[in-house]
């Protein structure tokens, strides 16, 4: 069941309090999710950022409710793992860094991504030995924290956002502490000085002001704020407030698409494996790419949000710095026309195995569904997928002979919801890049399936794997931890070595012809690899190029696609 909220002692300020704070906090974001979507025109107006809030408060529950080993507040979407859940807590310091976690590791867009910096920052002091401060000066620090860390993770802070309104409740919760305030004065006193703020906000963004709202990121923060208060004295904060409409506002006009505004036609989002050091650099390399920057985390985990016209440049950026995954890639012109309930006229649905894969295919313009290893995507994933697609018309992409069966129960699905559906049978995701890399979105639906089938079908493929056991296979018998060769789907070579079977893998590959090698890295395998099997080709087959891409996470250690 889920977690039911209890009012608190007025001065308490424990591991339950901070649970009810996030049941709470995803109740209301959850409430005030449409009309925050509605007025949002800052900093692009994708309306999603209601939607983004909510997911991020989302994911930061269940992080919490797993710590706690409590059921979270909505168990409807998975949004990623938390911290290590076979040690239950309750103390407060545990309690705070998993809701922070959770937020980190689950947020969505500039906004959601702030919200994360915000519940850092009070992890930051509330996860420290309170000494002789009382809860309300704690608190209070906590709240003067969060907002110096939102300000310091956003590369140019702008006043009339949801920074704007972070900064005025520290500075209320500041003094309410400072009078030896409760927790609860100090919760209240931070609330009412945030919605005093937004109120404030149209006349300190040109934006915000020829529109006619308030900020959409601070309505959402005046939500969560009035949660906490809430969840400290057991009193609930006006319902206009808690759904986003803290002042009187008139509709926003319809949004238009990031090239008609002028900003970057991406957003890139990706979790960061890194050194601080290196975040540093890769601060200064994305600033040079796009906009809206904002990295947020610490302690070797990082969220990475950007607004780039070269998504593939900012995720490389990400790949020099340290270990990029969950890369997510928007185009804001198909998300405007989704949140304006209009179909794009044509779409991609990929399946596939590592989520660098997935990046790059996002990147190609692919609605992707990730297969993690031993998993094979069900109809119901397919459907969402080709849902959230949005298009009229949906090429998909299945990436393996034992998807097929779902894929065509998918495209029956979507066929009677209306949409256009081809199935593409492909059996590798080098084939799946191969059928990308042709993709004519502007062209007829039948010549672009012909086109992306035929490059499809023009690419043989090859996966090495290592065996888990002694079998029989098709090119004899093979022992625990022997390098399996999978040519076509069929064993084709046994190695005890990696580099040595992608060798041969390539021979046998390359001795009927080929023009373009596609090499896919596993999240373990050096780069040292590429380089040597790049030389190996060049050596061999002189009018043969390579390209090499890193599949990441969940990807098999090799995949290899000669065209």
Known sequence: ??????????DELDAEAVRTWSSLAVAALGRAREDIDAINVYPVADADTGTNLYLTAESADRALAAALGTAPADVSETTGP??????????????????????????????GTILAQLLRGV?????????????????AQALTRAAEEAYRAVAHPVEGTMLTVAAAAARAGEAAGAAAGTAADVARAAYDAARAALADTPGQLAELGRAGVVDAGGCGLVAVLGALWQALSGQEPAAEAVRGRAVPVPQPPQPCDAEEQGGPAY????????????????????DGLGDSLVVVGGDGLWNVHVHVDDPGAAVEAGVIAGRPYRIRITHFGDERRRARGERVQRAVVAVVPGEGLAGLCGEAGATTVLARPGEVPDAAALVDAVRRAHAREVVLLPGGADQRAAAAAAAERARADGVRVAVIPTRSAVQALAALAVHDPDGSFDEDVVAMTAAAGATR?????????????????????????LI????????????????AVLERMLGSGGELVTLVLGPEVPDALAERLEAYVQHGHLAVDTVTY???RYSAPLLIGVE
């Open 1 to 10: 069941m889920p977690h039911e909220p209890q009012p608190q002692a007025p």
């Open 82 to 111: 938390g911290p290590d859940t076979g040690h239950r807590t309750s103390s407060l310091s545990q309690a705070v860094r998993a809701y922070a976690h959770g937020a980190l590791i689950g947020a969505r867009g500039n906004s």
């Open 123 to 139: 992890a930051d002091v509330l996860g420290d030995e309170p000494g002789d401060r009382g809860p309300g000066r704690l608190l």
């Open 267 to 286: 957003e890139v989002i990706y979790l960061l494996e890194a050194a601080e050091a290196a975040v540093a650099e890769l601060r200064e390399r994305l």
């Open 461 to 485: 493929y090859a996966e090495l794997a290592v065996a888990e056991r002694q079998s029989f296979t098709s090119a004899g018998i093979c022992q625990a931890g022997d390098v399996l060769g």
């Open 488 to 503: 076509d789907g069929d064993v084709a070579v046994i190695g005890s070595g990696l580099t040595e079977t992608a060798e």
């Open 550 to 552: 890193r599949g990441g």
